[in-house]
């Protein structure tokens, strides 16, 4: 099982990403997309690279703007699967 980092740890790994904040457990980042047809295709493929992580975000869509939500729930923590798939993310976010 993946390690549950600290909260030294947790805001390291949070400040290299962007956009990112922690609350507690979690770390959250909220867009706002050019239209709803592009906030679905970011959340399209960030559904697959979940997939391809066995790492799935909470997502919420409101219309253009999109809230990712990651914890590792097994874990009961944040663990580097939460800032890798965070930073990949932000990839796909950058992209839009
Ligand atoms: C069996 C499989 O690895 C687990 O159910 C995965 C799937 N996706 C997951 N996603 C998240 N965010 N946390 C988990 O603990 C988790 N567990």
Redesign the pocket.
């Known amino acids: 099982m993946a390690e549950i980092l600290n909260d030294e740890q947790a805001d390291a790994a949070v400040t290299k990403l962007s956009g990112w904040t922690r609350e507690g457990i979690t770390i959250e980042r909220t867009a706002k997309l050019p239209s709803f047809p592009k906030a679905i295709e970011a959340v399209d493929k960030v559904a697959e690279l979940a997939e391809a992580a ?3 975000p909470d997502i919420d869509i409101r219309w253009r703007t999109v809230t990712f939500r ?5 874990a009961g923590g944040l663990t580097e699967k939460d800032f890798a798939l965070a930073s990949q993310i932000d990839g796909v976010l950058d992209k839009v």
């Not at 990651?70 to 097994?74: F, P, Q, V, W, Y």
């Open positions: 066995d790492h799935h990651l914890s590792t729930h097994s």
